[in-house]
């Protein structure tokens, strides 16, 4: 027979009622108490369902002065990469009861700023963000701001207490370049985004490392700072080709840059894998289809996303922020194009 439900809403008493327990178990039970045994859990839950109970979430974070809630802020929800580790967040952050709020920047810092500020303004228990920039005042201004926890996703920024999830982009970088070396090639470019995130800078200081370690010269022509949009990079990447003595080298961040450089490098005549080595940070489910001809530098939304939950939790458990370092591999697909020394 089908359980009988008041003609008014129900309230948390019609739940204790049904479940046969006390008003403070039904309110722990589903808030996410941790001190609730899973029977009593079970129990309350059965009870709230069968009477189409549904706790007022303003009233219980005013009464604990917790929303459940974490703020994501992303600077771009179109990349799949940060997409994986958004879902990757979730899912450990749903199994410890929370719920998390995603915003999108779409890589600009003012909308990045204002994100943050209507995220205070719901006031979230903590924010993971990956800043757009680490240099915008803008930006700085709302994340000092804060009064939570914070989780910065591969960014590194001074006088704002955070744990931060920290990729080992300068292992990857070095580990490819010196492949590259090895391989015979001694003009390589990079192109890469501005230094005012961290990403940037590590790369770019792998690449000038490896390059030093081997005597070869840095070419500033070479190590290229660009929008990383299509049109940008093949824009840059065209009169390079170009040169009486162009890259054998390609290292491109992201969709649209490998995109264009694979457009490039069919403009200027060039095959990848035969006569110029093109290599990609990060992989994309296109990439599949050029997996002998692409090489990768990867790191593992699943690890990021999940890192940064269990830091996020961490510190609303402990109050004290900490690193996690994500490795970062590279892989060649025997796509280095081998160069005559």
């Known amino acids: 027979m089908e359980p009988q439900r008041p003609n008014r809403p129900p309230t948390i008493r019609d739940v204790a009622a049904r479940a046969g327990v006390a008003l403070s178990s039904v309110s722990r039970a589903l808030s996410g108490h941790p001190d609730v045994s899973a029977t009593m859990r079970a129990r309350v839950e059965t009870a709230a369902r069968e009477l189409g109970y549904e706790p007022d979430l303003l009233a219980q974070s005013l009464r604990s002065g917790s929303t459940r809630t974490i703020g994501f802020a992303m600077r771009d929800i179109s990349n799949q990469l940060f997409a994986n580790v958004a879902k990757h967040c979730e899912q450990e952050l749903r199994r410890a009861g929370y719920t998390m709020i995603l915003t999108n920047s779409d890589g600009d810092p003012l909308t990045e700023a204002a994100n943050l500020d209507v995220l205070r303004r719901r006031r979230i228990d903590g924010l993971i963000v990956s800043l757009v920039s680490e240099t915008s005042e803008r930006t700085l201004t709302s994340l000092r701001s804060m ?52 990403t940037s800078r590590e790369r770019v200081r792998a690449y000038s490392d490896a390059l030093a370690s081997a005597g070869l010269p840095l070419d500033d022509d070479l190590n290229v700072r660009s929008r990383l949009d299509e049109e940008s990079v093949e824009r840059t990447l065209t009169p390079l080709l170009a040169r009486p003595e162009p890259p054998t080298a390609v290292l491109v961040v992201g969709i649209p840059a490998t995109v264009a450089a694979l457009r490039a490098a069919k403009a200027a005549g060039r095959t990848p894998a035969v ?9 994309w489910p296109f990439l599949e289809d050029f997996t002998d001809s692409i090489a990768v530098i990867s790191r593992d939304p699943a690890v990021m996303g999940r890192e940064a939950a269990r830091l996020m939790l961490q510190q609303l458990e402990r109050g004290r922020p900490s690193t996690a370092s994500v490795p970062v591999r590279f892989r060649a697909n025997g796509a280095l194009a081998p160069q005559n020394a």
């Open 147 to 198: 009064d939570t926890p914070i989780v910065l996703l591969d960014r590194d920024v001074e006088g704002v207490e955070a744990s931060r999830v920290l990729c080992d982009h300068y292992s990857g970088v070095t580990e490819a370049m010196n492949a590259l070396i090895s391989a015979g090639h001694r003009t390589i470019a990079i192109v890469t985004a501005e230094d005012e995130v961290r």
């Open 275 to 283: 006569d110029i080595a093109i290599i990609s940070f990060d992989e």
